[in-house]
């Protein structure tokens, strides 16, 4: 599964291709229901106060994960807690496993909640779980087989390259450091990028500078970009890498319908995705 590299990134084959697309789900929806994943490990990493290292490390993984498996096996829900309970293992700030199923299963009844007819009457009250009750042991069994399933199919190769470190660097080449709003909006891009499955697929110099790039079209700060004096051609960033990552990355701001919205947040479970697979692809 892994190109030659620093890092593990997906092949051509499984970007064409995904395990997920296999099984006819529709490449939008699979890029809706990563992302929402990604975002409901970013909200249990800031309600459990993890640090921002492991938050994203766990994110990065989840994305590499749906390039070897199929979302009508595995539940996005399940692999993100997975994920983040091994990221955390690796970057040295683990988490106690009860502290993050009480974290998801407060997620769970938020989207719940959210999908209820009476949300709009009735605001949302957390209703803690039985310690000795089927739900604790398990949340607790999906966690430990999706830490299993990520070393898995992932081959044991978890390392992983966080661009902060690379931002700042290629401001500081380019003088841009003292353009506080500057960083300020790289940065977000950067942690935007990490809903989409950008940094599985392309190198970590060519995400920072499609975040540089965003960030200084927004703010209207002129950087050397006529052939054959671009600024990218400084990281050996190629255009149509930097492009097609700023395209991902603004792909999450577009408008979308109730509808969508609710439909995504449905399908936090295989068995939801499965439904929905036979209601939308009736067998010929």
């Known amino acids: ?35 929402f994943g990604c975002k409901l490990i970013h909200q249990a990493g800031v309600l459990l106060k993890q640090k921002q290292v492991a938050v994203a490390t766990a994110q990065i993984l989840y994305q590499r994960f749906w390039y070897t498996s ?3 096996q595995f539940s996005i829900g399940d692999v993100g807690m997975g994920a983040l309970y091994l ?10 496993i009860r502290d993050l199923i009480n974290v998801y ?18 605001p949302f009250k957390y209703a803690p779980m039985s310690y000795f009750g089927n739900t604790f042991y398990d949340l607790k069994d999906a966690i430990v087989v999706a830490e299993m399933q ?19 660097n290629y401001l500081r080449v380019l003088g841009l450091m003292n353009h ?3 960083c300020a909006k790289a940065w977000g891009y950067l942690n935007d990028a990490l809903q989409t499955p950008a940094y599985a697929v392309y190198a970590v110099p060519t995400i920072v500078s499609a975040a540089i790039l965003l960030a200084v079209r927004h703010l209207g700060i ?3 970009s006529t052939p054959p004096n671009c600024w990218w051609d400084l990281f050996d960033a190629p255009w149509d890498d930097v492009w097609s990552v700023c395209g991902q990355i603004m792909r999450l701001y577009r408008d979308r319908t109730q509808e969508d919205r609710l439909r995504v947040m449905n399908m936090m479970n ?3 995705v499965r439904n929905w697979l036979e209601e939308n692809n009736p067998p010929s």
């Open 180 to 182: 506080k709003d500057t």
């Open 222 to 224: 002129a950087l050397p």
């Open 270 to 272: 295989k068995k939801e």
């Open 105 to 122: 299963d407060l997620l769970l009844q938020r989207t719940t909640h959210a999908l209820s007819p009476r949300k709009h009457t009735e």
């Open 150 to 168: 990520l070393l898995k199919r992932l081959g044991f190769n978890v390392h992983v390259v966080l661009p902060y470190g690379t931002l700042i």
């Open 1 to 35: 599964m892994v190109a030659p590299g620093l890092v593990p990134l997906a092949t051509l084959a499984q970007t064409e291709r995904t395990p997920s697309c296999e099984d006819d789900i529709p490449p939008e929806l699979e890029e809706d229901l990563r992302a």
């Open 70 to 72: 199929s979302m009508k």
């Open 87 to 96: 990221a955390s293992k690796l970057e040295e700030c683990p988490l106690r």
